[in-house]
Protein backbone atom coordinates (compact mmCIF):
# COMPACT_ATOMS: atom_id res chain seq x y z
CA UNK A 1 0.00 0.00 0.00
CA UNK A 2 1.56 3.64 -0.87
CA UNK A 3 0.36 6.65 0.31
CA UNK A 4 -2.96 8.32 -1.71
CA UNK A 5 -2.34 11.62 -2.97
CA UNK A 6 -4.08 12.91 -5.92
CA UNK A 7 -0.86 13.53 -8.12
CA UNK A 8 0.09 10.06 -8.19
CA UNK A 9 -2.39 8.91 -10.05
CA UNK A 10 -0.45 10.63 -13.00
CA UNK A 11 2.55 8.41 -12.85
CA UNK A 12 3.70 9.05 -15.66
CA UNK A 13 4.94 12.54 -14.32
CA UNK A 14 8.72 13.04 -14.66
CA UNK A 15 11.55 13.34 -12.55
CA UNK A 16 12.86 16.95 -12.22
CA UNK A 17 16.09 16.72 -14.38
CA UNK A 18 18.20 18.51 -11.52
CA UNK A 19 17.04 15.98 -9.08
CA UNK A 20 19.67 13.77 -8.16
CA UNK A 21 17.85 10.25 -6.65
CA UNK A 22 20.07 7.62 -4.76
CA UNK A 23 19.41 4.18 -4.56
CA UNK A 24 20.38 1.62 -2.04
CA UNK A 25 19.31 -1.26 0.00
CA UNK A 26 18.59 -0.22 2.98
CA UNK A 27 20.37 -0.96 6.39
CA UNK A 28 19.52 -1.18 9.89
CA UNK A 29 21.01 2.53 10.49
CA UNK A 30 18.47 3.66 8.11
CA UNK A 31 15.41 2.06 10.53
CA UNK A 32 14.57 5.05 12.59
CA UNK A 33 14.40 7.43 9.37
CA UNK A 34 12.45 4.37 7.39
CA UNK A 35 9.96 4.21 10.57
CA UNK A 36 9.48 8.44 10.71
CA UNK A 37 8.99 8.49 6.97
CA UNK A 38 6.22 6.10 7.05
CA UNK A 39 4.38 7.88 9.96
CA UNK A 40 4.61 10.42 7.60
CA UNK A 41 2.88 8.81 5.48
CA UNK A 42 -0.94 8.17 6.21
CA UNK A 43 -2.69 6.40 5.21
CA UNK A 44 0.14 3.95 5.71
CA UNK A 45 -0.46 1.47 8.59
CA UNK A 46 2.87 2.44 10.85
CA UNK A 47 4.58 -0.86 11.97
CA UNK A 48 6.64 -1.07 14.91
CA UNK A 49 10.17 0.88 14.52
CA UNK A 50 11.55 -2.59 15.22
CA UNK A 51 9.60 -3.75 12.13
CA UNK A 52 11.29 -0.91 9.83
CA UNK A 53 14.84 -2.08 11.73
CA UNK A 54 14.20 -5.82 10.72
CA UNK A 55 13.00 -4.33 6.95
CA UNK A 56 16.39 -2.72 6.70
CA UNK A 57 18.39 -5.48 7.87
CA UNK A 58 17.04 -8.47 7.24
CA UNK A 59 14.94 -7.65 3.98
CA UNK A 60 17.67 -5.09 3.18
CA UNK A 61 18.17 -7.07 0.18
CA UNK A 62 14.09 -7.31 -1.29
CA UNK A 63 13.67 -3.12 0.02
CA UNK A 64 14.84 0.39 -1.47
CA UNK A 65 15.53 3.62 -0.12
CA UNK A 66 15.54 7.11 -1.87
CA UNK A 67 17.51 10.03 -1.02
CA UNK A 68 17.62 13.29 -2.65
CA UNK A 69 20.87 15.66 -1.24
CA UNK A 70 21.02 12.71 1.81
CA UNK A 71 17.11 13.12 2.55
CA UNK A 72 15.04 9.94 2.44
CA UNK A 73 12.46 10.55 -0.13
CA UNK A 74 11.62 7.45 -0.20
CA UNK A 75 10.73 3.37 1.05
CA UNK A 76 9.77 0.48 -0.09
CA UNK A 77 9.97 -2.80 1.73
CA UNK A 78 9.39 -6.15 0.03
CA UNK A 79 10.10 -9.62 0.62
CA UNK A 80 10.30 -13.57 -1.44
CA UNK A 81 7.28 -15.20 -0.28
CA UNK A 82 8.39 -18.10 1.67
CA UNK A 83 6.05 -20.67 -0.43
CA UNK A 84 7.01 -19.16 -3.59
CA UNK A 85 10.40 -17.37 -3.91
CA UNK A 86 9.83 -16.49 -7.44
CA UNK A 87 7.45 -14.06 -6.30
CA UNK A 88 8.11 -10.55 -4.62
CA UNK A 89 5.54 -9.32 -2.20
CA UNK A 90 5.67 -5.31 -2.27
CA UNK A 91 4.60 -4.55 1.62
CA UNK A 92 4.49 -0.88 1.70
CA UNK A 93 5.67 1.88 -0.70
CA UNK A 94 6.23 5.56 0.79
CA UNK A 95 7.55 8.82 -0.66
CA UNK A 96 7.78 11.63 1.65
CA UNK A 97 5.30 14.55 0.76
CA UNK A 98 8.26 16.36 -0.16
CA UNK A 99 8.86 14.63 -3.04
CA UNK A 100 5.87 13.24 -4.38
CA UNK A 101 4.42 13.72 -8.26
CA UNK A 102 7.46 12.90 -9.43
CA UNK A 103 7.36 9.02 -10.58
CA UNK A 104 9.90 8.41 -7.86
CA UNK A 105 7.69 5.15 -6.47
CA UNK A 106 7.75 3.79 -9.96
CA UNK A 107 11.27 4.51 -10.41
CA UNK A 108 12.10 2.54 -7.19
CA UNK A 109 10.00 -0.28 -8.02
CA UNK A 110 11.89 -0.45 -11.23
CA UNK A 111 15.26 0.00 -9.60
CA UNK A 112 14.39 -2.85 -6.78
CA UNK A 113 13.35 -5.23 -9.80
CA UNK A 114 16.21 -4.77 -11.62
CA UNK A 115 18.80 -5.85 -8.71
CA UNK A 116 20.49 -9.09 -9.58
CA UNK A 117 19.50 -10.58 -6.10
CA UNK A 118 15.84 -10.22 -7.68
CA UNK A 119 16.53 -11.54 -11.43
CA UNK A 120 14.87 -14.88 -10.92
CA UNK A 121 11.16 -12.91 -9.49
CA UNK A 122 8.55 -13.91 -12.14
CA UNK A 123 6.05 -11.72 -10.64
CA UNK A 124 4.85 -9.09 -8.14
CA UNK A 125 1.96 -9.33 -5.70
CA UNK A 126 0.82 -6.67 -3.35
CA UNK A 127 -2.29 -5.73 -1.91
CA UNK A 128 -4.22 -2.48 -2.07
CA UNK A 129 -7.61 -1.06 -0.13
CA UNK A 130 -10.28 0.24 -3.18
CA UNK A 131 -9.61 3.64 -2.36
CA UNK A 132 -5.77 4.30 -3.10
CA UNK A 133 -6.10 5.73 -6.04
CA UNK A 134 -2.06 6.05 -5.87
CA UNK A 135 -1.33 2.15 -4.93
CA UNK A 136 -3.41 1.69 -8.10
CA UNK A 137 -1.64 3.61 -10.56
CA UNK A 138 1.77 2.37 -9.59
CA UNK A 139 0.88 -1.18 -9.83
CA UNK A 140 -1.28 -0.57 -13.18
CA UNK A 141 1.69 1.13 -14.85
CA UNK A 142 4.12 -2.04 -13.65
CA UNK A 143 0.96 -4.55 -15.23
CA UNK A 144 0.84 -2.43 -18.43
CA UNK A 145 5.16 -2.42 -18.70
CA UNK A 146 4.27 -6.39 -18.45
CA UNK A 147 1.80 -6.69 -21.15
CA UNK A 148 -1.43 -6.51 -18.89
CA UNK A 149 -1.87 -10.06 -17.37
CA UNK A 150 -2.05 -8.99 -14.14
CA UNK A 151 -5.36 -10.26 -11.55
CA UNK A 152 -6.92 -8.83 -8.93
CA UNK A 153 -8.84 -10.75 -5.81
CA UNK A 154 -10.21 -10.83 -2.09
CA UNK A 155 -6.86 -11.55 -0.04
CA UNK A 156 -8.27 -9.77 3.45
CA UNK A 157 -11.73 -8.98 3.78
CA UNK A 158 -12.97 -6.44 5.59
CA UNK A 159 -15.98 -8.68 7.42
CA UNK A 160 -14.26 -11.96 7.23
CA UNK A 161 -10.72 -11.13 8.32
CA UNK A 162 -10.98 -7.35 9.42
CA UNK A 163 -14.54 -7.75 11.31
CA UNK A 164 -15.16 -4.68 10.30
CA UNK A 165 -12.29 -2.52 11.63
CA UNK A 166 -10.15 -1.92 8.20
CA UNK A 167 -11.01 -1.92 4.70
CA UNK A 168 -10.92 -5.04 2.45
CA UNK A 169 -7.17 -5.59 1.09
CA UNK A 170 -7.11 -6.51 -2.76
CA UNK A 171 -4.41 -8.87 -4.17
CA UNK A 172 -2.60 -7.66 -7.52
CA UNK A 173 -0.61 -10.25 -8.43
CA UNK A 174 1.62 -9.26 -11.59
CA UNK A 175 3.74 -11.77 -13.60
CA UNK A 176 6.81 -10.23 -15.06
CA UNK A 177 7.85 -9.94 -18.64
CA UNK A 178 11.66 -11.44 -18.07
CA UNK A 179 12.59 -10.54 -21.42
CA UNK A 180 11.79 -6.91 -20.55
CA UNK A 181 13.93 -6.82 -16.54
Request: aromatic share 12%; with cysteine.
Amino acid sequence: MITSVPWMMYPDIEQDPNEKWIFSEPSAEDGDEVFSLIAACPPLDVNSSYCNFLQSSHFSRTCIIARSNGEIAGFISGYRKPDDPNTLFVWQVAVSPRFRGKGLAFKMLSELLGRDFLNTVTAVETTITEDNAASWALFKKLDAENDQQGEVSTFLDEKTHFKGKHDTEYLYRIPLNNSKK
